[in-house]
């Protein structure tokens, strides 16, 4: 199997998002108050506590628009956080049952047949498969219920360059 890590959404976006910056949609963010479990931050990959200030907004996680570049509601916290580091674990965001983890291609368009709703405990073991394939670049992990961008995962710096992934 395949090294990987889990990569979350990239500091610059957050930054440009907590500076008054609008979303993929050239919309400013929405500030809502958390009321508890059920609003993962993607950018430190935790979940936002109730009471707490959060921004919700469109986020398209590719570098460009193209028919595949997938545009959804996401969160982030209104503070400032820190950037998710423990890569090699599954994130605490990730808390789920199953998640939709799939696989995209160096010119981010889905690999078709790669997609497959995933027990929470064998998103490593899949993904890991994945990134073996030929043609598959990195992997999303989106909601599999509402198919919201959870967080990106690449083979480790190690087995690939290391990199921002927008």
């Keep these: 199997m395949t090294d990987i890590r889990f990569s979350a959404m990239p500091t610059a976006d957050a930054e440009q998002l907590w ?3 609008t979303d993929s949609y050239g919309f400013l963010p929405e500030t ?3 009321d508890g479990p059920g609003h993962p931050c993607r950018h430190c990959l935790g979940n936002i506590d109730a009471g707490e200030e959060l921004l919700v907004f469109a986020y398209r ?3 460009e628009m193209q028919p595949y ?3 959804g ?15 090699e674990i599954v994130p605490p965001v990730l808390s789920s049952t199953d998640y939709i983890v799939r696989g995209y291609s160096d ?10 709703v995933t027990p929470t405990r064998d998103i490593p073991a899949y993904a890991g498969g994945l990134l073996q394939r030929p043609g598959i670049a990195y992997v999303h992990v989106r909601s599999a219920r ?3 961008f959870q967080c990106r995962i690449e083979k ?3 087995s690939r360059e290391a990199g921002a992934f927008i």
């Design 19 to 21: 500076n008054g910056g």
């Design 32 to 34: 809502m108050v958390s």
């Design 61 to 63: 996680p590719f570098p």
């Design 69 to 71: 570049a997938e545009t």
């Design 73 to 87: 509601p996401i969160f982030l916290h209104k503070r400032r956080c820190e950037r998710y580091q423990a890569e």
């Design 107 to 116: 010119n981010n368009r889905i690999v078709y047949g790669t997609g497959a």
């Design 146 to 148: 509402n198919n919201c």
């Design 156 to 158: 480790a710096p190690d």
